[in-house]
């Protein structure tokens, strides 16, 4: 059983950071493949962030230079950093996991993933 648990969220003003944390257990590999989608309130659920096996990151052009996926140490974990935030990336964060390897190039569709967390909520004020 594989277990996915996000945290980190909370309210910051436009231009503030936040650092996200998803937190895995069970039966993971450190490389599979994994990523952050989140979900604004009226709006389908849209792929921000994904790290492949090999480490190397992809992002959605509304995040690129803003945003910065990476695993932590024992790579059990699973980290995004927002700066600049603003209120347009207001939504609920959630992170997956594939279950898979994968090398290359971005993994934004919600059926590549297997496993989601619960999510962890980020709301930015103008």
């Known amino acids: 059983q594989v277990q996915l648990v996000e945290s980190g969220g909370g309210s910051v003003q436009a231009g503030g950071s936040l650092r996200l944390s998803c937190a895995a257990s069970?039966?993971?590999?450190?490389?599979?493949?994994m990523g952050w989608f989140r979900q604004a309130p009226g709006k389908e659920r849209e792929g921000v962030a994904n790290?492949?096996?090999?480490?190397?990151?992809s992002y959605v052009d509304s995040v690129k230079g803003r945003f910065t996926i990476s695993k932590g140490n024992a790579k059990s974990t699973l980290y995004l950093q927002m700066n600049s935030l603003k209120p347009e990336d207001t939504a609920m964060y959630y992170c997956?996991?594939?279950?898979?390897?994968?090398?290359?190039?971005?993994?934004?569709?919600?059926?590549?993933?297997?496993?989601w967390g619960q999510g962890t909520q980020v709301t930015v004020s103008s």
């Open positions: 997956g996991t594939s279950l898979t390897f994968c090398w290359g190039g971005s993994r934004f569709a919600e059926y590549e993933y297997k496993y």
């Open positions: 069970g039966y993971i590999d450190s490389s599979y493949c």
């Open positions: 790290i492949d096996s090999k480490g190397q990151p």
